[in-house]
């Protein structure tokens, strides 16, 4: 749930709708970036040069928004938790989220910008306009 909504609300705070090309790219990039690593040396690592990957092949002003409202989305999220005492992370320093938390959130608002982004937009409803049901007499004329 919590990812559903920081995606509605990135969608809602910097809106736009991305073109849809090279969508197999951010596919592959995507996977790739979906990877499970333990360590967090290679997990900082392949991140990062998976999103700067990313953001040469997809680099257009949304992409860059996106990618740079997540990360700070997700800094408040993770220092309010860290600091908060809601969790933690193991061989942290000095209390703080590790720095991998910045590719790995910057990478989601990239993604979401270019595969999941084009699909809201694209299945997003029209507008309803419903009829005018008042009577002559109610509407005052």
């Keep these: ?7 509605l609300h990135v969608k ?15 596919l592959v990039l995507t996977l790739l970036f979906a990877g ?5 040396r290679w997990l900082l690592a392949v991140t990062s ?3 700067m990957v990313g953001l040469i092949l997809f680099h257009e002003p949304l992409d860059i928004a996106d990618t740079a409202y997540l990360i700070v ?4 999220i993770e220092y309010t938790g860290v ?5 933690s992370y193991p061989n942290r320093t000095l209390g703080n989220p590790p720095v991998w938390f910045i590719t790995l959130w910057g990478g989601v ?5 270019r595969l999941v982004l084009p699909l809201l937009t694209k299945w997003q409803a029209a507008p309803v306009s419903y009829p005018d049901t008042r009577t002559s007499r109610e509407s005052g004329s």
């Design 12 to 26: 809602r705070m910097v809106g736009g709708a991305p073109a849809v090309r090279r969508w197999q790219a951010a």
């Design 36 to 40: 499970v690593i333990a360590d967090p």
């Design 83 to 87: 600091y908060g005492g809601l969790w």
């Design 73 to 76: 989305l997700g800094a408040s």
């Design 1 to 7: 749930m919590m990812w559903g909504f920081c995606l």
């Design 109 to 113: 608002g990239l993604f979401f910008c």
């Design 49 to 51: 040069g998976l999103l």
